[in-house]
């Protein structure tokens, strides 16, 4: 049996607990900003040609 958590439950369960405990959640914007611009540096070094610093990139 699959011991792990349907993603609908992981995703409620996230946000009841912000929400009644201010608990951010580890999928909450704010901690995905940096996945985000990780892969747009990605796809622009791609397009570029170039290597991006990350830091700078992210500034």
């Known amino acids: 049996m699959d011991e792990n958590p349907h993603p609908e439950e992981v995703l409620l369960d996230g946000f ?3 929400v009644l405990n201010d608990v951010e959640p580890p999928f909450s914007g704010p901690r995905n900003l940096a996945t985000v611009g990780l892969i747009n540096a990605l796809g ?3 397009e570029q040609g170039v290597v991006i610093d990350f830091d700078e990139y992210m500034a």
């Open 16 to 18: 009841r607990d912000y």
């Open 44 to 46: 622009a070094s791609s």
